[in-house]
Nanobody
Framework: QVQLVESGGGSVQAGGSLRLSCAAS????????MGWFRQAPGKEREGVAA????????QYPDSVKGRFTISRDNVKNTLYLQMNSLKPEDTAMYYC?????????????????WGQGTQVTVSS
């Protein structure tokens, strides 16, 4: 049973930084693509970063490109999201997601395992 547990959320002023972590357990042999998503109240869930099983490939939407960096440690089974130059519009619940297999995806349909989320609040 795959489990994903996020941590590292909190409150920060605009321009600040946060680093989110996602501890994964229950991964079977073979690679898992992973991603970070966010959802603000009244808005659809949005993919903000994706990483391939090997960690070589990454993908970001324009809204966070240059500010967010996704990385993973496959020995520790941990996914990270470094968020810099945060803006009030980055305020949301952040979720990590995983799916067995290769490739990259910023779409929710590309994943079948989800964490419970960690709240990020950016004040102006």
């Amino acid at each position: 049973q795959v489990q994903l547990v996020e941590s590292g959320g909190g409150s920060v002023q605009a321009g600040g930084s946060l680093r989110l972590s996602c501890a994964a357990s229950g991964f079977s042999d073979g690679g898992y693509r992973m991603g970070w998503f966010r959802q603000a109240p009244g808005k659809e869930r949005e993919g903000v970063a994706a990483i391939s099983a090997s960690g070589v490939g990454t993908q970001y939407p324009d809204s966070v490109k240059g500010r967010f960096t996704i990385s993973r440690d496959n020995v520790k089974n941990t996914l990270y999201l470094q968020m810099n130059s945060l803006k009030p519009e980055d305020t949301a619940m952040y979720y990590c997601a995983a799916r067995a297999g290769s490739g990259l995806s910023l779409r929710s349909s590309g994943y079948n395992y989800w964490g419970q989320g960690t709240q990020v609040t950016v004040s102006s």
